[in-house]
């Protein structure tokens, strides 16, 4: 739901670290898997729409963003699925991976037990991000305004919000202007620098001679397609989710294309390979955002890159899925 509203992956990660993973701590759970678990999850936000790899993606490719968010349901709520078969397999099999055996971070007097709310309590409590989930995904498939205007149209009804439930105060509000616009001034220059080496590729005939070395190499699509991914998730240890995005995808595109593929089911393929490079070391971007976010120095980046490989090896597996079954990306399809 969270992933419904932001379209950002960064965001997710940074907000369930100070909500989540506290409570998962004083509960019993083991460090390693309960930041594992906010880590492997915050990826949803690129896929689930809105999205703002999606419409990069769309905008490289020339492809409705419409189309994009469509296709991003059906692999979002497959990858969730597999998650949680997978935290429900992890607790059976293996048991000290999710359970913290030794008591140093739970607290004695947690209860699993839930205090009791009345059904208005509740309500009160979910209507506001429900509300934003409808403005946001209504609007954009009901055709009152476009992706783009969506953001815009979100962040009105977000501040709207906050104001009314006085959650947000001049000062903070300052500070997330400030924040906000260093944050667009980075990924502006980054998506300028990205675009002119990307163009400048295109001039030097690179796109046209990589094409030829591959066909050269391989007739096969599916080894083509076995490198395309290899290289992703190299660069995803590096660079980026943008920066591969705007790099890659004229690359491979034409080549793909060559072989009758779908660009929509391309795009999903791709968002899926470079997203796992938010889990993965060096770079890993989700795992740093969850380490800076963290209250506890018990809990070391180490453990977070640990505690995410689970969740990378299952999103490696939902890739496998959606490449040996490619109607699964088209949701329109799973019933006949």
């Not at 903070?172 to 667009?184: N, Q, S």
């Not at 980054?190 to 675009?195: E, G, Q």
Request: with cysteine; charged share 10%; net charge neutral.
């Amino acid at each position: 739901m969270f992933a419904a509203v932001t379209g950002v992956s960064i965001a997710s990660a940074a907000v369930f670290t100070r909500v989540a993973v506290p409570e998962m701590l004083r509960l019993g759970y083991s460090p390693r898997f309960a930041v594992g678990t906010v880590a492997g999850s915050s990826v949803l936000g690129m896929l689930i729409p809105p999205s703002i790899l999606l419409i990069i993606y769309a905008i490289l490719t020339e492809q409705s963003i419409g189309m994009m968010f469509f296709a991003g349901i059906g692999p979002g709520l497959i990858l969730s699925g597999v998650y949680c078969a997978g935290i429900f397999g992890m607790a059976y099999l293996v048991p000290g991976f999710v359970y913290d055996d030794t008591g140093r971070f739970s607290d004695p007097s947690a209860t699993n037990t839930p205090p009791k709310r009345s059904a208005v309590e509740l309500l009160g409590k979910i209507a506001p991000i429900l509300s934003l989930v409808v403005i946001v995904l209504g609007g954009i498939y009901g055709g009152i305004f476009t992706p783009t205007e969506a953001g815009a149209v979100g962040s009105a009804a977000a501040l709207i919000l906050a104001l009314g439930r006085r959650k947000l105060s001049l000062p903070a509000f300052w500070g997330v202007l400030k924040e906000t616009g260093h944050i667009t001034a980075s990924v502006c220059f980054l998506v300028i620098a990205a675009t002119m080496y990307t163009r400048s590729l295109g001039l030097a005939g690179v796109p046209v001679e990589i094409g030829n070395m591959v066909r050269t190499a391989t007739e096969s699509f599916i080894v083509v397609l076995l490198i395309y991914i290899a290289v992703i998730l190299f660069l995803g240890t590096i660079i980026d989710s943008v920066s591969i995005l705007l790099i890659m995808v004229p690359l491979f595109l034409p080549i793909m294309q060559g072989f009758g593929v779908d660009p929509i089911w391309f795009g999903i393929i791709t968002i899926i390979a470079v997203e796992v490079g938010l889990l993965t070391p060096p770079l890993g971007m989700a795992c740093f955002v969850i380490k800076g976010c963290l209250d506890d120095d018990r809990i070391t980046l180490g453990d977070v890159f640990f505690g995410a490989v689970p969740f990378a090896i299952m999103m490696i597996f939902v890739l496998g899925l959606l490449t040996i079954w490619p109607d699964l990306v088209y949701i329109d399809r799973w019933f006949g």
